[in-house]
């Protein structure tokens, strides 16, 4: 079992950051980014695979960064340039198994309770 919890959401205007931060109870293989923005169905921003690759979606390219401390057992999503539309809650995801970093949400079994970021234009 691995408990994951977010922290580093907030309220930010358009062209601001936020780093959101993911710190597991354990080390994990995969671990994924993923949003959920009211009305809208779960949508996977970023992710990392077993071997340290990364994946993102193609909005979220060029403007976040998902990293991982393998001591600390933590994933991080440093969000730059942010817009209105990046508005949702973040959740945190992580699986067991190898493999790369995928923004299926079926991959993981694993979630957090979410974080909410808010982008005011």
């Known amino acids: 079992q691995v408990q994951l919890v977010e922290s580093g959401g907030g309220s930010v205007q358009a062209g601001g950051s936020l780093r959101l931060s993911c710190t597991a109870s354990?080390?994990?293989?995969?671990m994924g980014w993923f949003r959920q923005a009211p009305g809208k169905g779960r949508e996977g921003v970023a992710a990392?695979?077993?071997?340290?690759?990364?994946n993102y979606q193609d909005s979220a390219k060029g403007r976040f960064t998902i990293s991982r401390d393998y001591v600390l057992n933590r994933m991080y999503l440093q969000m730059n340039s942010l817009k209105p539309e990046d508005t949702a809650m973040y959740y945190c995801?992580?699986?067991?198994?190898w493999g790369i970093g995928s923004l299926d949400d079926r991959t993981y079994v694993y979630w957090g309770q979410g974080t909410q970021v808010t982008v005011s234009s």
């Open positions: 995801a992580a699986d067991l198994h």
């Open positions: 354990r080390s994990t293989s995969r």
């Open positions: 990392v695979g077993s071997d340290g690759s990364t």
